[in-house]
């Protein structure tokens, strides 16, 4: 639909958006089995794909069964395309071999963590920082696995190819075939290969479950709405992954639940949606007066509020959503404005709720990685503020490794200081705020954004650039995933096999024809990206996909509104848990909110969100650590 669309001003009101279709169920992972399963003319290798269950190790110690390097397709060609498996002790019955691995058979009577094997949730970490690959595990670690088997369930990392090479990596020549949609192919291809083989192992087909931060957070919400998705079946199929039973029953790829921390994603308008939240703010460095991309900036800002008129998407209590200009001339005005401004007050009173005072914040260093693999990586400074936040360390979309970080003890830390004055700096030492009023003051030591009701412990704030100003400065230039030298992160996400970078956005795109002569007054404008954009846009991968497809497979919402073609064509995870850190300049506050309402407009049964205040780029929580809040989601989510 989009790509036949006229940018229209946004102007357009309420009344002029498309409303959502019908509301339906979304099917289960076992009715989503019933999908059609392939093209027909596949020949699937069930040999090839059966679990070898005599070949399981055991950690005495702590009670697990575990396997890696376990093939969970046929005709992968990459290292990557393995996975580990790990499994508490109380599920299995187990003979020992004479080479000193076990031969199992799962034992439907134990119990761990209030589950049976048949009843355990299977989780599903996705540490792919930027898109990057996610190495298979190829040793046993038991302090990254030991919350979640604790806890009953059944824990799988699944190897998963990443973006293309960058420059100046050591990862520029890679040896096998990468970027989108690859990642979440080989994501399901995983899924599908547990699931066929469930009759043997433990675990409930009903409560599968992603998770993941960042990069790994957008792929997590890929997991969870592209269930079944028929446009990933000729990928599926390249790489020998189990599409049907050998009763010819179809093998299914639904997830069940997804949790997603600061989700890079909806990459089709997420640069529009950067520059409406941050950027038309701001006139430095790319967004300066004198340079072409700041008019860039105004018509990115200008498109998304177009695009927003045309979703019709609903708050909660079903107003349409829409854009409109304000006296100022650019389009903060209007019913969508407003919920974004009532979001950002419902954060920072969120935290004064949450936080008792005296209130004290001091740095603390995290570690990077949350897999058996990835083991952590260079420790990060950050603030840690009393009442224990959510864990993590903040990186930028193509930077180092993210995903659910650790101390060394394998617990979540406090991280970001949940309310940092200043847009998330990190301090070297410690401050106490001695009463909410004190807190608010230092928010407005440049100048008053922020009323403060002591009596009712109330923030509001006057507008959403006023936040941006003092809380949420854009740190990417214009075209924040998809820049003009194609040297970001998600520009490696959509190479090929010429180009290890390519340009994605066709709004973008199309801000650039239309608006070239306006352009060309510009000193820095250079035509040639017209042709660029051209040439990736109308390029194919190896399976022979256009780039716009591509892009619609690494889009959740292009799965979740009747915006887009792709509306109800996939099985849709029933539970959603989204949390993200309002101050973090990563991506657009509009990008969680966004799938936020559309999630809850497509009816899916519970969207548990949250934007944490003062939180960066980072597995943000309120309270509590984020491993243990994720674990209670799960369990919370198998008891329904």
């Given at each position: 639909?989009?790509?036949?669309?006229?940018?229209?001003?946004?102007?357009?009101?309420?009344?002029?958006?498309?409303?959502?279709?019908?509301?339906?169920?979304?099917?289960?992972?076992?009715?989503?089995?019933?999908?059609?399963?392939?093209?027909?003319?596949?020949?699937?290798?069930?040999?090839?794909?059966?679990?070898?269950?005599?070949?399981?190790?055991?950690?005495?110690?702590?009670?697990?069964?575990?396997?890696?390097?376990?093939?969970?397709?046929?005709?992968?060609?990459?290292?990557?395309?393995?996975?580990?498996?790990?499994?508490?002790?109380?599920?299995?019955?187990?003979?020992?071999?004479?080479?000193?691995?076990?031969?199992?058979?799962?034992?439907?009577?134990?119990?761990?963590?209030?589950?049976?094997?048949?009843?355990?949730?299977?989780?599903?970490?996705?540490?792919?920082?930027?898109?990057?690959?996610?190495?298979?595990?190829?040793?046993?670690?038991?302090?990254?696995?030991?919350?979640?088997?604790?806890?009953?369930?059944v824990y799988v990392l699944a190897g998963m190819r990443g973006r293309q090479g960058m420059s100046g990596t050591s990862d520029t020549a890679l040896s096998y075939s990468c970027g989108a949609p690859w990642g979440i192919t080989d994501l399901k291809a995983a899924i599908r290969y547990i699931r066929y083989n469930l009759n043997t192992l433990p675990g409930d087909t009903d409560n599968f479950y992603t998770f993941g931060m960042s990069?790994?957070?957008?792929?997590?919400?890929?997991?969870?709405?592209?269930?079944?998705?028929?446009?990933?079946?000729?990928?599926?199929?390249?790489?020998?992954?189990?599409?049907?039973?050998?009763?010819?029953?179809?093998?299914?790829?639904?997830?069940?639940?997804?949790?997603?921390?600061?989700?890079?994603?909806?990459?089709?308008?997420?640069?529009?949606?950067?520059?409406?939240?941050?950027?038309?703010?701001?006139?430095?460095?790319?967004?300066a007066s004198s340079t072409f991309t700041s008019a860039l900036s105004a018509d990115m800002a200008s498109a998304f509020a177009d695009y927003i008129n045309q979703m019709g998407l609903k708050s909660e209590d079903g107003t349409t959503l829409s854009l409109t200009k304000s006296d100022t001339g650019i389009c903060n005005a209007g019913s969508y404005y407003d919920y974004i401004k009532s979001e950002i007050e419902t954060s920072l009173?969120?935290?004064?709720?949450?936080?008792?005072?005296?209130?004290?914040?001091?740095?603390?260093?995290?570690?990077?990685?949350?897999?058996?693999?990835?083991?952590?990586?260079?420790?990060?400074?950050?603030?840690?503020?009393?009442?224990?936040?959510?864990?993590?360390?903040?990186?930028?979309?193509?930077?180092?490794?993210?995903?659910?970080?650790?101390?060394?003890?394998?617990?979540?830390?406090?991280?970001?200081?949940?309310?940092?004055?200043?847009?998330?700096?990190?301090?070297?030492?410690?401050?106490?705020?001695?009463?909410?009023?004190?807190?608010?003051?230092?928010?407005?030591?440049?100048?008053?954004?922020?009323?403060?009701?002591?009596?009712?412990?109330?923030?509001?704030?006057?507008?959403?650039?006023?936040?941006?100003?003092?809380?949420?400065?854009?740190?990417?230039?214009?075209?924040?995933?998809?820049?003009?030298?194609?040297?970001?992160?998600?520009?490696?996400?959509?190479?090929?096999?010429?180009?290890?970078?390519?340009?994605?956005?066709?709004?973008?795109?199309?801000?650039?024809?239309?608006?070239?002569?306006?352009?060309?007054?510009?000193?820095?404008?250079?035509?040639?990206?017209?042709?660029?954009?051209?040439?990736?846009?109308?390029?194919?991968?190896?399976?022979?996909?256009?780039?716009?497809?591509?892009?619609?497979?690494?889009?959740?919402?292009?799965?979740?509104?009747?915006?887009?073609?792709?509306?109800?064509?996939?099985?849709?995870?029933?539970?959603?848990?989204?949390?993200?850190?309002?101050?973090?300049?990563?991506?657009?506050?509009?990008?969680?909110?966004?799938?936020k309402l559309a999630l809850e407009n497509y009816g899916v049964k519970s969207v548990d969100f949250a934007t944490v205040w003062g939180q960066p780029h980072t597995t943000a929580e309120r309270t509590g650590s984020s491993t243990d809040n994720f674990i209670a989601w799960v369990n919370d989510c198998a008891a329904k």
């Amino acid at each position: 639909m989009r790509f036949g669309m006229k940018l229209l001003s946004c102007v357009l009101v309420a009344s002029t958006a498309l409303s959502l279709g019908a509301v339906s169920e979304p099917l289960s992972a076992k009715a989503a089995g019933t999908e059609p399963a392939g093209t027909g003319s596949y020949q699937e290798n069930y040999a090839g794909l059966t679990f070898d269950n005599t070949k399981w190790n055991y950690d005495q110690t702590n009670n697990v069964f575990w396997q890696i390097g376990v093939k969970y397709c046929t005709n992968g060609t990459s290292d990557y395309e393995t996975l580990g498996i790990y499994v508490p002790g109380q599920y299995m019955r187990s003979v020992k071999n004479s080479d000193g691995t076990y031969t199992c058979s799962v034992n439907h009577a134990g119990t761990a963590g209030g589950y049976t094997a048949s009843t355990a949730p299977v989780v599903w970490p996705v540490d792919t920082p930027g898109y990057a690959a996610q190495a298979a595990p190829t040793s046993y670690s038991y302090d990254s696995v030991s919350d979640y088997v604790k806890a009953g369930f059944v824990y799988v990392l699944a190897g998963m190819r990443g973006r293309q090479g960058m420059s100046g990596t050591s990862d520029t020549a890679l040896s096998y075939s990468c970027g989108a949609p690859w990642g979440i192919t080989d994501l399901k291809a995983a899924i599908r290969y547990i699931r066929y083989n469930l009759n043997t192992l433990p675990g409930d087909t009903d409560n599968f479950y992603t998770f993941g931060m960042s990069g790994g957070g957008a792929q997590s919400a890929l997991a969870g709405a592209t269930g079944n998705s028929a446009l990933y079946t000729p990928y599926l199929e390249s790489i020998g992954a189990a599409m049907t039973y050998s009763n010819g029953t179809a093998v299914n790829d639904a997830v069940t639940g997804s949790m997603c921390w600061c989700p890079i994603t909806n990459l089709d308008i997420g640069d529009e949606a950067y520059e409406w939240n941050m950027g038309q703010y701001f006139n430095t460095d790319t967004r300066a007066s004198s340079t072409f991309t700041s008019a860039l900036s105004a018509d990115m800002a200008s498109a998304f509020a177009d695009y927003i008129n045309q979703m019709g998407l609903k708050s909660e209590d079903g107003t349409t959503l829409s854009l409109t200009k304000s006296d100022t001339g650019i389009c903060n005005a209007g019913s969508y404005y407003d919920y974004i401004k009532s979001e950002i007050e419902t954060s920072l009173n969120n935290f004064l709720s949450d936080n008792s005072f005296p209130y004290t914040y001091t740095s603390t260093s995290v570690q990077v990685g949350n897999t058996p693999t990835s083991g952590g990586a260079q420790a990060q400074g950050f603030a840690q503020a009393n009442g224990g936040q959510g864990t993590g360390a903040q990186t930028d979309a193509q930077g180092a490794p993210s995903g659910t970080k650790t101390d060394a003890d394998g617990q979540g830390m406090a991280a970001g200081g949940a309310g940092m004055p200043g847009g998330g700096s990190s301090s070297s030492e410690s401050i106490v705020y001695q009463t909410p009023q004190d807190y608010i003051d230092s928010l407005n030591k440049d100048g008053k954004w922020i009323s403060y009701d002591a009596a009712t412990n109330k923030a509001t704030i006057t507008s959403v650039g006023d936040f941006v100003k003092n809380c949420k400065n854009p740190s990417k230039p214009v075209g924040a995933f998809d820049v003009l030298d194609k040297s970001r992160g998600e520009n490696n996400l959509f190479g090929n096999a010429e180009n290890t970078s390519a340009h994605f956005d066709t709004f973008e795109n199309a801000l650039l024809i239309e608006n070239q002569a306006k352009y060309a007054k510009f000193s820095d404008w250079k035509s040639s990206c017209l042709t660029d954009f051209a040439a990736d846009l109308s390029s194919k991968d190896e399976i022979g996909t256009v780039m716009t497809t591509r892009s619609d497979m690494y889009n959740p919402m292009y799965y979740l509104s009747d915006y887009y073609d792709g509306y109800k064509t996939s099985n849709v995870a029933k539970y959603w848990r989204i949390r993200t850190g309002i101050n973090q300049s990563d991506t657009s506050l509009c990008t969680e909110e966004d799938l936020k309402l559309a999630l809850e407009n497509y009816g899916v049964k519970s969207v548990d969100f949250a934007t944490v205040w003062g939180q960066p780029h980072t597995t943000a929580e309120r309270t509590g650590s984020s491993t243990d809040n994720f674990i209670a989601w799960v369990n919370d989510c198998a008891a329904k």
